[in-house]
């Protein structure tokens, strides 16, 4: 029976000691792109949670428009399709971790497109989807827990902002 106590006693403590340990914060990234004072994309996600999983934001609204590409090979001819994103997109990424210093890879897009026209010899015809807007990629942005920063992303119409929270 004193065994059984003993046993009791030390899960009782030990769970106590687990309960007591400080908490590891969830890092929640607000994002909110706007042109030209009007909002055209807004939102927010846990990046990092309490167990150290790292999830990049992304949110996007649009279509994807497809094309195709023919190259020459020695062969004959390579046909592939692909597709180009286009309407209001951000995608953050964290590349680098560092207790509560984030770096960010950021992308944003706000695109129409304006046509596809064909390129090369009539034998083998390349597409090209042109588009129109802001289209930025891979900006490498360094923030801290608590801090807002406006991403400099070119385009004086365009204003994105970040704001890392832990909760």
Same mark, same amino acid.
């Given at each position: 029976?004193k065994k059984h106590l003993a046993t009791l006693a030390a899960a009782i403590s030990f769970c106590s000691l687990a309960h007591a340990a400080p908490a590891v ?27 150290g999983n790292v999830v990049p934001l992304h949110v996007s609204s649009g279509t994807s428009v497809g094309y195709g590409e023919c190259a020459k090979t020695a ?15 951000? +995608? =953050? $990424?964290? @590349? #680098? ?11 944003? &897009? ?16 390349? +597409? =090209? $989807?042109? @588009? #129109? ?11 801290? &827990? ?18 890392? $929270?832990?909760?």
């Open positions: 029976m914060p969830n890092y929640e990234l607000f994002v909110a792109l706007s042109h030209d004072g009007a909002t055209l994309t807004t939102a927010r996600s846990i990046i990092r949670d309490s167990f062969n004959g001819q390579s046909v592939t399709s692909h597709q180009k994103f286009v309407g209001h997109l951000v +995608q =953050v $990424v964290p @590349t #680098k971790i560092d207790g509560t210093a984030f770096d960010l890879s950021v992308t944003a &897009a706000d695109t129409l497109a304006t046509g596809i026209t064909n390129e090369g010899p009539a034998d083998c015809v390349r +597409q =090209v $989807v042109h @588009t #129109k807007g802001l289209d930025v990629h891979d900006i490498v942005v360094h923030m801290n &827990a608590g801090d807002t920063t406006e991403v400099p992303i070119g385009d004086a119409h365009y204003k994105l902002v970040l704001k890392l $929270v832990a909760e």
